[in-house]
């Protein structure tokens, strides 16, 4: 099975709900595999960190699965880095890739924001994904707006043959307003062949949502 990216239209929108629950229904069906957030931004005392949750969704602490660029700016990788003195190695991406490969593992790659924000100056997501043959899998919101980010998103992964293995609608509201319940309908006609899944609101925190979406992405796992 194909090693994944998981992207979002935008920040906040549930990359990393999905990027553990595919690694939930990855272990459940007997297979090994293991979160990688390659750089993260963002970072406070506060809250738990993207790559800790995707850690424990894997079951396991590798050096390998840890983020290689860690910052407190709320800020692209590539911009907080600069601000911060430090860069990412885009070769270390793949070195990492290979390495979690190496050991029998699926590896789930979660970008940071959307496809295009700069991890460093000339690496995208995207960049990330073609150089290693990873195939994507696109979250968005549900709501009014999402139909021109994901068909955008679509549009430029489509553009340099990446495969796109399904879109994930997130809902954050528990009654799904009128664009909710017509947008995944709607995506369909503009992007046939592609799943479109939608995944309801969960309660708790964000590891007991990814558990409970786990059904729900089950069609693009
Ligand atoms: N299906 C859902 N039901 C309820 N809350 C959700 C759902 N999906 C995501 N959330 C909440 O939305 C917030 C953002 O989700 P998440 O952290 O997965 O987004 P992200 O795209 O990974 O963000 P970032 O760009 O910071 O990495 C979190 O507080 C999460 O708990
Ligand atoms: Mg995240």
Do not use: Y
Request: hydrophobic letters at 50%; glycine letters at 12%; a neutral charge.
């Amino acid at each position: 099975m194909a090693d994944l990216l998981v992207t979002g239209t935008d920040t906040g929108v549930g990359k990393t709900v999905i990027a553990a629950a595919l690694i939930f229904n990855a272990r459940q069906q007997g297979a090994s595999a293991v979160g990688f957030k390659p750089a993260e931004t963002g970072l406070s005392d506060a809250g738990v960190a993207d790559s800790d949750i995707l850690a424990q969704a894997s079951g396991i602490e590798t050096p390998l699965a840890r983020p290689l660029l860690r910052l407190a700016e709320a800020l692209a990788p590539a911009v907080a880095a600069e601000r911060a003195g430090c860069s990412l190695d885009p070769g270390d991406i793949g070195r990492r890739i290979r390495g979690l490969r190496a050991g029998g593992r699926r590896v789930i790659v979660e970008g940071a924001g959307g496809l295009l924000v700069p991890l460093s100056w000339g690496c995208t997501a995207l960049d990330v994904a073609r150089e290693n043959g990873l195939q994507v899998v696109i979250v968005a919101r549900a709501g009014l707006g999402t139909l021109n980010h994901v068909a955008l998103t679509h549009e430029a992964l489509v553009a340099r043959d990446i495969p796109v293995r399904g879109i994930v609608l997130n809902m954050r509201d528990a009654t799904p307003d009128l664009a909710e319940r017509t947008n995944p309908a709607t995506l369909a006609r503009m992007i046939p062949g592609v799943p479109i899944l939608v995944n309801p609101r969960h309660d708790g925190d964000v590891l007991d949502q990814a558990r409970a979406s786990v059904s729900f992405i089950a069609g693009i796992a």
